[in-house]
């Protein structure tokens, strides 16, 4: 506790500060370290709360580095403020204590299909302004990403049940393990007098590497392996994981807790283009991830993967040549191979919906205020805009819920 008041007393308050333009939702950072330090931590976690839904777990796992701690003033000299010490703080004792009540109702009603961080906090708005909110999950709980793609050591996911608890406060219903698309379509529940309907389903595809041997029973996705890890009861003794972003470095970080594996991460490039954020990759190999880099996969094998070697031409003119030895191919040896190059949308919704378009990664297709291209339809956070941050989807949302709002008045003629 003393660390965090030292970090709040270090704030310097600035008149124009860099840490809350550097935050996507703008979180009021000078504000919440006065009110932390004099004591208003109701106050203060009702700000964070209503700026920020997530406040408690964008605490957490948000990439500090790059947004408030990134554009804190003392990163010139010194150390920047670590602002997410004293937010997890007041947001978890908020989270604790917060009593909500349903407000009035407007008479209009919601669907929100996806129980991830943009629904929820599509949820938590609407709600308050008086909508009769259902959220719409094919999972048995809420929080998407949030709760089967993060692991327990990062994100806790207790932190999601206490939400649940202010969820059902405001009035909102959670209809869990439904699948929109092949049984309800959107028809359907615009029929049953939804005004307005959100897509909210992120992205869970996985991607393929597209080379022989991804069908065998050595080889697992990264995404799937994160949802229920302790199905995955036979990984062996060495497991190898090919892509070097977060869900790679949580998946390996993971598979150490649960297994006595040795780990190795096969990427493609070097270690300055791993697309994990810093933090993460340094985690990693604190923990005992071995990085293995400029090896590209050409084949996996039920013992484990052959590769071969990228080499690396920097040019006189600065450009960037990259070719692989395909004359000297090598094995790797494994017990397990688990894939995590990234994820696409799932397309049961659009596949049986009417007039949803999507781009050519099947990504659905909306403007900057979340309308797609059917009417009454809105769409934000990962399923629009790819694989992104809690909070990038959180600031997304926000647009969306002015927007639906202004859209359903209208149409009511209010």
Known sequence: MADIINEAQRCLKCKKPMCKEGCPVKTEIPQIMEMFLAGKMDEAG??????????????????????????????????????????????????????????????????????????????????????????????????????????????????????????????????????????????????????????????????????????????????DYLKNPDSYDNLGDHVVIIGAGNVAMDAARTILRKTIARVDVIFFRGREEVTALKEELELAEVDGVHMNYYLNTIKIEDDGIIVEKVIKKENEDGTVEYTNDSANPFKINASSVIIAIGQGPLANIVKNSKQIDTNKKGLIEANAKGQTTREGVFAAGDVVSGAKTVVDAVAATKLVAEEIDNYVRQKHNM
């Open 46 to 223: 009702e700000i964070l709360f209503e700026n920020n839904p997530l406040s408690a777990l964008c605490s957490l796992i948000c990439p500090h580095e790059k947004n408030c701690m990134g554009h804190c003033v003392l990163n010139r000299k010194g150390t920047p403020i670590k602002f997410y010490e004293v937010e997890q703080y007041v947001s978890g004792f908020y989270l604790d204590k917060a009593r909500l009540s349903k407000p009035k109702q407007n008479g209009f009603r919601l669907a929100i299909i996806g129980a991830g961080p943009a629904g929820l906090t599509l949820a938590i708005i609407m709600a308050k302004k008086g909508y009769d909110v259902t959220i719409i999950d094919s999972k048995d709980k809420i929080g998407g990403v949030l709760r089967y793609g993060i692991p327990e050591f990062r994100l806790p996911k207790s932190l999601l049940d206490k939400l649940l608890k202010r969820l059902y406060e405001l009035g909102i219903k959670f209809r869990p393990n439904t699948l929109i698309g092949p049984t309800i379509t959107i028809d359907d529940m615009f029929s049953d007098g939804y005004d307005a309907i959100f897509i909210g389903t992120g992205v869970w595809n996985p991607n393929r590497l597209r080379i022989p041997g991804e069908s065998l029973g050595n080889v697992h996705f990264a995404i």
